[in-house]
């Protein structure tokens, strides 16, 4: 258990260390006690239950030490137990904890927004409202850009994942397990072609993009659609990086026709492929971009910014929520961003990549289920196919993935056809952990 003698997480050793088996006996009790108190519908990747984690290692309620390439799904990019992250949350708690930023502001949530205006793309002037989840952002931005517009249309692409409420189940693409029995869903939302490099064959970014453009123009009209909502690098739906040109002739259309083109940067932002914002690395600069995981450590925070015009142009209480912008959530943030600029962490993200790049294509060679490895920074995946095709391979996916788990390395799975396994390591993770569990990754592979 917790104990304050302990020192800090952040220097806990950086090191993989079974002293039982997976899952040790606490945890199997914690598990037994889940069962009994948890809905079953709340999914578990791992059943391991988590003690203290800092660097890159999770370490459980058992002592056995594993090596985090998850980060909680994209959130730790700073490190658990950050101490930039630790210090300003111990001294905002200490000082009050909530007032509501409706009611009496504060200071931490006005920092907060200045800083997003500052580092999300483009030298425009620029506004951010704070909420406390993903899918409160995305459902926050397509409520500012349908009063904006004054249209209702919204579009999505196929494989696209924004949450799971009512409005973003509508969003996402995935039935099972996101949107299964779980209907009816949100009108006026249209799915178009997504740009899937591996999948296209000889189809570029811009052919791909011209498809999506035609079913806009002939099922929609481009003068109804309000917005066109796309991650720049998608995340649940498989780390796909949409073929180069993609992005920026929706881009272009979304100006031709004066619609709101809104960047969902919940899972890609914020250091995590080496630049603040994916969309950096296609030179796109959105209207609005919806911020989550990445920002605050793991404290629940979200944003919407954007244009100045479209933010501000919502009537005075259309926007808020009792907790959006908690005031430590806000001190997590800063301290994240503050971590982010001071120890470089998009140079980091950019170094964990090139290891991660270079050793998943040295593995590729000898293992020929490796279908495709992709992504930016560090958020690196492999697909993984019947050999020689490129049918999904799910089931090996999966031995892989609990094959890495029972060694002690937690990794995750993604994909429309759940065969794509996921590297989004924090970015404070050492390179010799990193590659220790990349050997265990490839000796998952042999196992499975
Ligand atoms: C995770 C995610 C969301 C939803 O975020 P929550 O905080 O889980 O509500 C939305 N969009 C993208 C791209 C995501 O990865």
């Known amino acids: 258990m917790t104990d304050t003698l302990l020192p800090p997480a952040s220097t806990l050793p950086q090191e993989r260390r079974l002293v039982t088996e997976l899952p040790g006996p606490r945890s199997r009790e914690l598990m037994q006690r889940r069962v009994g108190a948890v809905s079953a519908g709340v999914g578990g990747t791992m059943p391991v239950f988590a003690e ?62 200045e800083a997003l205006n500052r580092v999300t793309p483009g030298d425009h002037d620029k506004r951010s409202a704070l909420f406390n989840s993903g899918a409160e952002a995305v459902e926050n931005a397509v409520k500012i850009a349908r009063s904006f517009t004054k249209r209702q249309a919204v ?76 991650e720049p690098i998608q995340g649940e739906g498989g780390f796909i990086v949409p073929a180069p040109g993609f992005l920026q002739a929706l881009r272009d259309y979304a100006t031709q026709h004066g619609i709101v083109f809104i960047a ?61 912008g908690n005031p430590i959530a806000c001190a997590a943030a800063l301290g994240s961003i503050e971590s982010m600029e001071v120890d470089d962490l998009n140079a980091r993200a950019q170094a964990i990549g090139d290891i991660l790049v270079t050793r998943l294509t040295d593995m590729a060679a000898r293992i020929p289920a490796i279908g495709d490895i ?30 890495c788990h029972a060694e002690g390395v937690i990794v995750l799975t993604c994909g429309t056809y759940g065969n794509v396994v996921r590297f989004l390591p924090p970015l404070t993770i050492p390179d010799s952990l990193l590659l220790e569990g990349l050997d265990v990754v490839e000796a998952a592979f042999s196992a499975a």
């Open 52 to 113: 203290r984690a800092g660097g890159g290692v999770i370490v459980d309620v058992d002592g056995n030490s594993l090596i985090d390439l998850g980060s909680g799904i994209a959130v730790n990019t700073v490190g658990n137990a950050n101490p930039r992250v630790v210090e300003r949350v111990q001294r905002q708690v200490a000082d009050f904890t909530h007032t509501c930023f409706m009611v009496t502001p504060y200071a931490g949530y006005v920092e907060v927004c």
């Open 155 to 230: 579009v999505v692409f196929d494989h696209g994942y924004h949450g799971r409420t009512n409005l973003t189940m509508a969003l996402t693409a995935k039935s099972m397990p996101y949107k299964h029995n779980f209907g009816p869903f949100a009108p006026e939302v249209y799915r178009m072609p997504m740009s899937y490099p591996y999948h296209d064959g000889p189809h570029s970014g811009p052919e791909v993009a011209s498809w999506a453009i035609s079913k806009m123009d002939k099922e929609i009209g481009g003068s109804s659609i309000a917005a066109i909502l796309i």
């Open 264 to 324: 969902d940067e919940v899972q890609s932002g914020f250091c995590r492929t080496g630049k603040w914002f994916a969309c950096e690395h296609e030179g796109i600069v959105p209207d609005l971009i919806t911020t989550a995981k990445g920002i605050a450590a793991g404290l629940p925070l979200a944003a919407v910014t954007g244009r100045a015009d479209i933010m501000d142009s919502i009537h005075v209480g259309g926007l808020g929520g009792t907790y959006g």
């Open 374 to 403: 992709r992504g930016r920074g560090a958020m690196i995946a492999i697909e993984i196919v019947k050999p020689g095709t490129l049918t999904p391979d799910p089931d090996l996916t999966q031995r892989v993935a609990k094959a």
